[in-house]
């Protein structure tokens, strides 16, 4: 039978007896792996249940795992998938073998920082269903930058998200290592569809489980964020080819969606993609690097950077709204080369130069004078 997940609170939402299940999700990560690892063994034991799940790997991922697993027995659950199937079915698997009344899904390429299970554990309410933590960015060497993902300016989605979701599609949260999710909404909408969210596992969980009940936000930074160079592209057609992905698993999003919200009796807005600024942002991505592939039949560049600098003048208000028309403005108008040297900018912050940093986090300060 149905159910929202915000009925009266049970023995383990006192806090001390919650218990958290933290799943790796691993394919190929063996050079990063062992730090996810340890940075969940570093936690205090009590309430922690930790799950490696690796997705058939091809390199020395496994032995790896079972090298930690032989050395802390009894402290690490692991699953091997038997052939490579995606991350949906990577959470899936991890989520049936875990007990948690709290779940987080690790990327394998991230880790934990230290009394972040201690903080996640006691921080459970009643009723609420998604739980969004920032995190601090890293590198290939594990030095923790002061640098937040989400940054700090930004305002996460705190309490009832389903209204702006179901509006439009999307609504300020966060991304799979700053995730943590109440087993009673999992149980409601897992197992996903592993061959539609084959990746971007993160992004069905954050479509759906906000439908059932409140979401609660914090300051708080649980996790790394590590930026490295398999993240990351100067290619326009894999800068196309992501955005093209990105725009396909933005549908299966709206679809997985709907369907959740008519279980519930609830109403969905029409035409998500076009209330939806970051998916027509990734149109505007995708048409410009590689028009002849763009999945949208009959869009142009200037059609659809029209579109989303509409869209942005419609929704947000303030500076920031003269500031996003006017950059969009000068985008549509500039020479061909200069649009993907701007696009380049916005898509990699870490390719921006030191005075264009500055100048970005000087406006960030005045902005929120001006933001409603």
Not at 179 to 204: H, K, S
Not at 233 to 254: C, M, P, Q, V
Request: proline share 5%.
């Amino acid at each position: 039978m149905m159910k929202m997940v915000n009925e009266p609170a049970t023995a383990a939402d006192a806090g001390a007896s919650v218990m958290l299940s933290v799943i790796i999700n691993n394919y190929n990560y063996e050079e990063f792996v062992s730090k996810a690892i340890e940075s969940l063994l570093e936690q205090e034991p009590g309430g922690l249940e930790i799950i490696v799940v690796d997705d058939c790997s091809t390199d020395c991922s496994r032995d790896v795992i079972l090298d930690y697993q032989r050395r802390n027995p009894g402290r690490i659950t692991t699953v091997f998938q038997v052939s490579n199937s995606g991350q949906g079915a990577a959470f899936n698997a991890g989520f049936a073998a875990s007990r948690g009344d709290l779940v987080m899904f690790l990327d394998a390429d991230d880790f934990m920082l230290p009394g972040a299970a201690e903080v996640i554990r006691t921080r459970k309410e009643p009723g609420v269903t998604v739980y969004h933590y920032r995190m601090l960015f890293t590198d290939a060497t594990h030095v923790l930058r002061e640098e937040y993902y989400p940054p700090l300016h930004e305002r996460l989605a705190d309490g009832d998200a389903s209204t702006t979701l179901r509006e439009t599609g999307r609504y300020k949260g966060t991304i799979t290592s700053g995730l943590v999710f109440d087993r009673a909404v999992l149980e409601q909408i897992m197992p996903m569809d592993p061959e539609a969210f084959r990746y971007g596992g993160d992004g069905y969980l954050c479509a759906v489980a906000p439908l059932y009940g409140p979401v609660r936000s914090s300051e708080t930074a649980i996790s790394a964020y590590r930026l490295h160079q398999r993240q990351h592209t100067s290619r326009r057609e894999e800068k196309a080819r992501l955005a093209r992905w990105r725009i396909s698993h933005d549908r299966e999003r709206y679809k997985a969606l709907t369907r959740h919200a008519e279980r519930l009796g609830l109403s969905v807005a029409h035409g998500l993609g076009t209330r939806d600024d970051q998916h027509l942002f990734e149109r505007v991505v995708s048409v410009l690097f590689e028009p002849d592939a763009h999945p949208v039949p009959g869009e142009t560049l200037p059609g659809a950077v029209r579109a989303l600098r509409k869209l942005t003048w419609q929704t947000q208000g303030g500076l920031r709204r003269f500031l996003n028309w006017a950059w969009w403005t000068v985008f549509l108008h500039a020479p061909q080369q200069l649009k993907y040297r701007l696009m380049g900018l916005k898509l990699d912050p870490m390719t921006r130069p030191e005075w264009l940093k500055k100048l970005a986090r000087f406006l960030r300060r005045r902005l929120r004078l001006y933001m409603p």
